[in-house]
C-alpha cells in the first residue's frame, strides 16, 4: 500500500487539496501499477511557527 505525505504550510484551499490527492494517486496507480483504493494520502499543514528555514521560524 502506497502512502504519500505531503507536508506544506497552511493556506490551500479544500478543493486544491481534493485535486492534489486525486492528481497524486493517478499518477501513484499508473506508476506503480496499484489500485486507487490503496493508495493512502496524508495532507499535514505546519504553520509558520513550527517550520524553520535557514535556521529562522518563518513566522519570526
Known sequence: ???IR???LPGRTAE???DFAR???RVAV???KCKPESVDVVIT???KSHW???GE???D
Open 23 to 25: 492528481e497524486v494517486t
Open 45 to 47: 499543514e505546519i504553520p
Open 6 to 8: 505531503l507536508e506544506m
Open 30 to 32: 499508473e506508476t506503480l
Open 1 to 3: 500500500m502506497p502512502m
Open 16 to 18: 486544491q487539496k481534493r
Open 52 to 54: 524553520a528555514k535557514g
Open 57 to 59: 521560524l518563518m513566522g
